[in-house]
């Protein structure tokens, strides 16, 4: 599955993986809004075996199946992300 990954420009290490480039649609009001500024990183073929740095590949395609985006938050800024928006992630 391909995936296209973009970087908050707002907060660091906060990434957001799409199934289509530039398609920010399925993404909630609140939550898109929460990013600030993004910038393409790469695109990028996730199969179930790829490792990723901080997070099960598996978990990332089945997000990006069922919802169309997955968000990768940093360790250190967790705790930090708006109440309204943590339910909308994983």
Same mark, same amino acid.
């Given at each position: 599955m391909n995936c296209f990954i973009y970087k908050s420009l707002k907060k660091d290490e906060l990434y957001l993986y799409l199934d289509r480039k530039?398609?920010?649609?399925?993404?909630?009001?609140?939550?898109? #809004?929460? %990013?600030?500024?993004?910038e393409f990183v790469m695109e990028l073929e996730l199969t179930p075996?790829?490792?990723?740095a901080r997070v099960d590949s598996a978990k990332v395609i089945a997000s990006?199946?069922? #919802?169309? %985006?997955?968000?990768q938050m940093p360790p250190?800024?967790?705790?930090?992300?708006?109440p309204t928006a943590a339910r909308y992630l994983h």
């Amino acid at each position: 599955m391909n995936c296209f990954i973009y970087k908050s420009l707002k907060k660091d290490e906060l990434y957001l993986y799409l199934d289509r480039k530039d398609d920010f649609s399925a993404i909630p009001a609140e939550l898109y #809004k929460s %990013f600030g500024r993004l910038e393409f990183v790469m695109e990028l073929e996730l199969t179930p075996q790829r490792k990723l740095a901080r997070v099960d590949s598996a978990k990332v395609i089945a997000s990006l199946q069922a #919802k169309g %985006f997955f968000v990768q938050m940093p360790p250190t800024v967790f705790s930090a992300v708006l109440p309204t928006a943590a339910r909308y992630l994983h």
